[in-house]
């Protein structure tokens, strides 16, 4: 991506990297990670208009801690070093780093002796009540410092800065809390101004990334949109593509992405696994194919699905025998068009850090994100023209692209689909009850205003049967249960607390709409040490 004005950011680890890189795109400035050893002809290579070292567990002085090339402080381009990133910068250029008496963890008031640069504009402290307020402005007076609450999280500390840098803000325990050797434009927190708890950190890293590194704010999608489809033109070529769509926010948004670049030398498969949601597969295609006139192949693959399914109950084996069986016909589809050199996957930003960040390629590469390696005598080269972005991007990028908000704000909707929420066997007779429970739990949820508040809702089919009565007459079917959680990315999750009156509904809805149910149970279980799904 050849975006000019551009802050890199090198990962020693923190769990706070990304953030980091997300809270300067929010400023409309692109950013990216790359780890901390990363060559120094790359980073020239790069061109960055400014380097943030970031956060992370090591300590300098130890034997095995991630140091950067000194010469990234020869470069001439500002540098901000955070929490790990600010020891690092003090022992690279001469300063004096040592373990602190006591461990700083969590809220802690700073207090601004510079206000010139990175500070600028902070003076005023966000306090909890009115009185608490006067007291505070009281103390502001008597003080000169202004004084703003930061999120600190280090055991050491600067106890010599280096030369040329002066402290421009301290913390009853820090002393030197930040430093700046403005003369070099080199900056370093001790807290992290990327994490929301640290009060007037959006300001401290726009005056970062606009004051000090003179970036302008030019990462916008509409930009991203130009840029991209205008590099998949050239790369392609005259050749032709292939995507798999999945009824996923990320696969239809790379679709629509690279549609917009080559049009009809793009052609998109949609595999009908048999376990998808209520007319799932007619919903995508119809979208793709109405407001984007795209080349789509719907390929019905239900009952071929449904017979290696046949007697499995264990879980994982009901997953790779999905996983498998969704490569094998996108294969046998992809070889029938002539001419087809690449495969479009919608891979995003996170699973690229994950595999090249500071902690080493994962091991964990989710399997549905993984056909390209599964095409090798096809010899598709791949595209992946999201990995450069984060979920939330992604969803922009797709209203950007004009696509309808009932695809992008969609809930996650797992590979294996409802086979994996049919507990025991998969047989259509139970999909299509559980398709028909599923429907309504989902539609209650959206004429309750809920839809967006949720990560995901849905049905599971339970293989027990009880007892009821319906009319003047006993029936003894199966139950199901509603699940519906909270998350902000599927790691943890609580279960939602769903208004009794939208249960009822679903419940009498689900009872006396759906043959073959005669009860409706609510999970009320968390992640951890629940999962969201129940298998
Ligand atoms: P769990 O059940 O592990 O789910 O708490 C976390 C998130 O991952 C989704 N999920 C899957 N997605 N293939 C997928 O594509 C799978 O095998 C799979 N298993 C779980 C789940 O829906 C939730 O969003």
Redesign the pocket.
């Known amino acids: 991506m050849d975006f000019k004005e551009k802050i890199l950011i090198l990962d020693f680890g923190s769990q706070y990297t990304q953030l980091i890189a997300r809270r300067v795109r929010e400023q409309k400035v692109y950013s990216e990670i790359l780890p901390y050893n990363v060559t120094i002809e790359r980073i020239r290579e790069f061109a960055p208009k400014g380097i943030i070292l970031s956060g992370g567990p090591s300590s300098v002085y130890e034997k095995d801690a991630p140091i950067a090339d000194k010469k990234i402080f020869e470069l001439g381009v500002p540098v901000l070093g955070i929490c790990y990133g600010m020891q690092l910068m003090a022992h690279c250029l001469g300063g004096k780093v040592s373990k602190a008496a006591k461990r700083e963890y969590g809220r802690a008031e700073l207090m601004i002796d510079d206000d010139a640069d990175l500070f600028k504009g902070i003076v005023k402290q966000k306090t909890e009540d009115r009185r608490q307020k006067t007291e505070v402005k009281k103390t502001v007076t008597r003080h000169p410092s202004p004084v703003t609450v930061v999120w600190m999280s280090h055991g050491d500390k600067i106890v010599k800065p280096p030369k040329g840098f002066l402290p421009i803000a301290h913390t009853g325990n820090s002393p030197i809390a930040a430093m700046a050797d403005k003369a070099r434009n080199f900056y370093a927190l001790q807290f992290h101004p990327e994490v929301v708890h640290t009060d007037n950190g959006t300001k401290v890293l726009r005056n970062f990334i606009f004051n000090v590194c003179k970036c302008r704010p030019k990462w916008t999608m509409h930009s991203f949109i130009e840029t991209t489809t205008l590099a998949i033109r050239e790369k392609v070529g005259r050749d032709k593509v292939v995507c798999a769509i999945s009824g996923g926010v990320d696969s239809a948004v790379t679709a629509v992405l690279i549609n917009k670049a080559i049009g009809k030398q793009l052609t998109c498969i949609f595999v009908d696994n048999g376990v998808l949601r209520y007319k799932e597969a007619e919903k995508v295609e119809g979208m793709l194919k109405r407001h984007f006139h795209m080349n789509i192949i719907c390929v019905d693959s239900a009952q071929r699905f449904m017979k290696k399914l046949k007697g499995v109950t264990d879980p994982e084996r009901k997953?790779k025998i999905i996983g498998n069986e969704f490569i094998y016909v996108f294969e046998e589809e992809a070889k029938k068009i002539k001419g087809a050199k690449y495969l479009a996957q919608g891979t995003l930003y996170p699973d690229v850090i994950e595999s090249t960040s500071f902690k080493g390629p994962s091991a964990t590469i989710?399997?549905?994100h993984n056909v390209g390696g599964l095409l090798k005598d096809m010899k598709l080269k791949l595209i992946e023209p999201l990995r450069e972005l984060f979920k939330d991007e992604v969803r922009v990028l797709g209203r950007e692209l004009g696509m309808p908000d009932e695809i992008i704000s969609r809930h996650?909707?797992?590979?294996?689909g409802l086979a994996?929420r049919i507990i025991d066997e998969v047989t259509p007779q139970r999909t299509e009850i559980l398709r028909k429970a599923d429907t309504i739990v989902l539609e209650e949820i959206k004429k309750a205003g809920l839809y967006n508040e949720i990560?995901?809702a849905f049905a599971v089919l339970l293989p027990i049967k009880t007892v009821g009565v319906m009319g003047d007459e006993r029936t003894y079917e199966n139950v199901v249960a509603v699940r519906a959680v909270k998350?902000v990315d599927?790691?943890t999750?609580d279960w939602a607390r769903l208004p009794y009156e939208v249960l009822g509904i679903i419940s009498n809805r689900i009872i006396n709409e759906v043959k073959g149910i005669n009860r409706v149970v609510f999970d009320i279980s968390s992640?951890p040490p629940s999962?969201?799904?129940w298998e």
């Open positions: 997953r989710k399997s549905h996650p909707f797992p590979g294996p994996i990560w995901q998350s599927g790691m999750a992640k999962t969201i799904e």
